[in-house]
């Protein structure tokens, strides 16, 4: 009960209701619609639980949300476990939340579809992505448990239809809490080992708890990047997981993948008995039609010794006759080469290279001799040429010099300078240009006057004219 006189602060009383409701309000039930649904980055889950004359606020925390398969959703109608209590920091009454799930569809099909919706949208379903089976199967790989009766199902399968092939076991368990994480790992060693052709993920019939882990999404994606082609076939042909969806075929059993993993033995003996039945009939037409030609040439060739050494004894005289011609040729050419050697020998250009050496010597000396004629006519020529020169050089200068001292005398009677030394002078303004006249002349403006012997530079204080 409350002290009526007793004065609380805002965080006691909070505490005393938090307190109270807590310790009066048992653990309930409560049926409702979810609204105004929060996912912040802390992974806690806030929403409102509503009916239709009220609502409640609701906290999901992290650490209860392991066991919910399904993603909750504005306006999903959920039934939860709930334990009330007071958010002391708001004053907010509030719902813990222990447990929900779905009403109607069951928290396992409801989280089923989601997934598949989600995966389906993002295209990790679509045919395009679908590897196809080889057609000749060496390994196969198997991940499942190696205590279930599934490996043994394969195992007999294959003995009786392929027994060609070696079977590889990924084991791995196939249910319970982490158990999408072994499988995962299995099929990533299977695939990695690059030793498998095909694989085969497998699992008896069970119920949908017992097949869940074929139904996370870490197990699917895993799947989807699997490099070598993988087939499905989890529980009974009835049965369904995300698995088959993903996987590049779907088997509705672990005994009908290994069928559709490898060829049939039987039908394979059957192709190799037609085809050693065809082979032998095509022996037998190519024997038939190489007999026919060879039965066409001795028809063609009726005694073949005979001829054979007809055209033997025609070989021999042949040879005969190319041997002779040979040695008869070999023999005119000699003589031929004898012949034409005595006539070179009889025109031999060797006299007569010496006798041009010779003339070619006289020849020589008589050119010098006649170019050391002009050589001598030129330099007397050229040392005529070379006074002569000298002479109209010193007459030419000597002419130039007088005309330059008459020019310059000339010059000089004209120049102003001559002007100034009989006491004349020359004025001029700032700008250098020569004063004739006063008009040009203002007061206080700088002039320079030029005499013979220097500039005077002076300042305008009166003008007069005359």
Same mark, same amino acid.
């Given at each position: 009960m409350f002290d009526l006189d007793e004065i609380y602060s805002v965080s006691s009383f909070l505490s005393l209701c938090n307190k109270t409701v807590e310790n009066n309000i048992p653990t309930c039930w409560l049926q409702g619609e979810i609204s105004n649904l929060a996912r912040p980055a802390s992974g806690h889950w806030y929403f409102s639980l509503k009916d239709n004359r009220g609502q409640v606020r609701c906290a999901l925390f992290r650490l209860n949300q392991r066991n919910i398969k399904f993603t909750p959703e504005n306006g999903m109608e959920v039934l939860v476990r709930a334990a009330p209590?007071?958010?002391?920091? $708001? =004053?907010? &009454?509030?719902?813990?939340?222990?447990?929900?799930?779905? @009403?109607?569809? =069951?928290?396992?099909?409801?989280? &089923? #579809?989601?997934?598949k919706s989600q995966l389906s949208k993002e295209g990790l379903f679509d045919s395009i992505h679908k590897k196809p089976l080889p057609e000749i199967v060496n390994t196969i790989g198997v991940i499942s448990?190696?205590?279930?009766?599934? @490996?043994?199902?394969? /195992?007999?399968?294959?003995?009786?239809?392929?027994? &060609?092939?070696?079977?590889?076991?990924f084991d791995s368990v196939v249910q319970g809490e982490g158990s999408e994480i072994k499988l995962a790992q299995?099929?990533?060693?299977?695939?990695?080992?690059? $030793?498998?052709?095909?694989?085969?993920? *497998?699992?008896? =019939?069970?119920?949908?708890?017992?097949?869940?882990?074929?139904?996370?999404?870490?197990?699917?994606?895993?799947?989807?990047?699997?490099?070598?082609?993988?087939?499905?076939?989890? =529980?009974?042909?009835?049965?369904?997981?995300?698995?088959? &969806?993903?996987?590049?075929?779907? *088997?509705?059993?672990?005994?009908?993948?290994?069928?559709?993993?490898?060829?049939?033995?039987?039908?394979?003996?059957?192709?190799?008995?037609?085809?050693?039945?065809?082979?032998?009939?095509?022996? $037998?037409?190519?024997q038939q039609h190489q007999q026919a030609q060879l039965d066409l040439l001795k028809l063609r060739i009726p005694t073949p010794d005979k001829t054979i050494n007809y055209l033997s004894q025609?070989?021999?005289?042949? !040879?005969?006759?190319?041997?002779?011609?040979?040695?008869?040729?070999?023999?005119?050419?000699?003589? $031929?080469?004898?012949?034409?050697?005595?006539?070179?020998?009889?025109?031999?250009?060797?006299?007569?290279?010496?006798?041009? /050496?010779?003339?070619? +010597?006289? !020849?020589?000396?008589?050119?010098?001799?006649?170019?050391? +004629?002009? @050589?001598?006519d030129n330099t007397n020529i050229l040392d005529s040429l070379k006074n002569r020169l000298n002479n109209s050089s010193v007459l030419m200068v000597d002419r130039y010099k007088n005309a330059l001292s008459i020019h310059a005398n000339t010059l000089n009677l004209l120049s102003p300078l001559s002007t100034l030394s009989r006491g004349?002078?020359?004025?001029?303004?700032?700008?250098?240009?020569?004063?004739?006249?006063?008009?040009?002349?203002?007061?206080?403006?700088?002039?320079?006057?030029?005499?013979?012997?220097?500039?005077?530079?002076?300042?305008?204080?009166?003008? #007069?004219?005359?």
């Open positions: 209590t007071l958010y002391e920091a $708001r =004053g907010d &009454f509030q719902l813990i939340i222990q447990h929900i799930e779905p @009403i109607g569809a =069951g928290n396992l099909n409801l989280a &089923f #579809e989601q997934l448990s190696s205590t279930g009766a599934v @490996i043994q199902d394969i /195992i007999r399968v294959l003995h009786k239809r392929y027994p &060609f092939s070696e079977i590889l076991l299995a099929i990533e060693a299977a695939d990695q080992s690059n $030793r498998c052709d095909v694989l085969i993920l *497998a699992r008896g =019939g069970g119920s949908l708890e017992d097949l869940w882990a074929f139904n996370e999404e870490s197990l699917a994606r895993v799947i989807f990047t699997t490099n070598t082609p993988i087939i499905s076939a989890i =529980g009974h042909e009835t049965d369904t997981t995300i698995a088959d &969806f993903v996987a590049d075929v779907r *088997a509705p059993t672990p005994s009908a993948a290994a069928m559709l993993a490898t060829p049939d033995r039987l039908e394979i003996l059957s192709s190799l008995d037609k085809l050693t039945a065809l082979l032998q009939q095509h022996t $037998r037409q190519y025609q070989l021999d005289y042949l !040879s005969h006759r190319l041997t002779t011609s040979a040695i008869s040729r070999v023999s005119n050419d000699e003589s $031929r080469l004898s012949t034409l050697y005595a006539t070179l020998k009889q025109h031999s250009p060797k006299e007569h290279i010496r006798h041009s /050496i010779e003339l070619n +010597k006289l !020849s020589v000396h008589q050119l010098n001799q006649q170019i050391n +004629k002009i @050589i001598n004349y002078s020359i004025t001029t303004n700032v700008e250098n240009q020569v004063l004739s006249s006063i008009e040009n002349i203002d007061k206080n403006q700088m002039i320079s006057t030029r005499l013979s012997s220097g500039i005077i530079h002076s300042k305008v204080v009166k003008i #007069e004219k005359n």
